[in-house]
């Protein structure tokens, strides 16, 4: 799986978890200033992304993550 296709998965879940349009997610989208993303939310985000990828994504990793380019970057080099 490529960055562009983990981009396009995640985005779909952020939308799906933080009730969003997906057309206000873009790969440099802050999850907290420009999706309004709270922790739960973060935290909530994180396990679906490992559902649905059936990946681990360790805490201090997860935590790690501003933007949306943070995460996609991150579990592209796991997939």
Request: proline letters at 1%.
């Given at each position: 799986?490529d960055?562009?296709?983990?981009?396009?998965?995640?985005?779909?879940l952020?939308?799906?978890?933080?009730?969003?349009?997906?057309?206000?997610?873009?790969i440099?989208?802050?999850?907290?200033?420009?999706?309004?993303?709270?922790?739960?939310d973060?935290?909530?985000?994180?396990?679906?992304?490992?559902?649905?990828?059936?990946?681990?994504?360790?805490?201090?990793?997860?935590?790690?993550?501003?933007?949306?380019?943070?995460?996609?970057?991150?579990l592209?080099t796991?997939?």
């Amino acid at each position: 799986m490529d960055s562009k296709e983990v981009f396009e998965k995640v985005k779909s879940l952020i939308a799906e978890k933080l009730e969003i349009d997906d057309n206000k997610i873009t790969i440099d989208a802050s999850f907290r200033k420009d999706l309004g993303a709270d922790s739960l939310d973060t935290y909530e985000l994180v396990y679906a992304i490992e559902e649905e990828l059936g990946i681990s994504i360790p805490d201090e990793k997860a935590n790690e993550f501003e933007t949306v380019r943070d995460a996609v970057d991150f579990l592209a080099t796991q997939l």
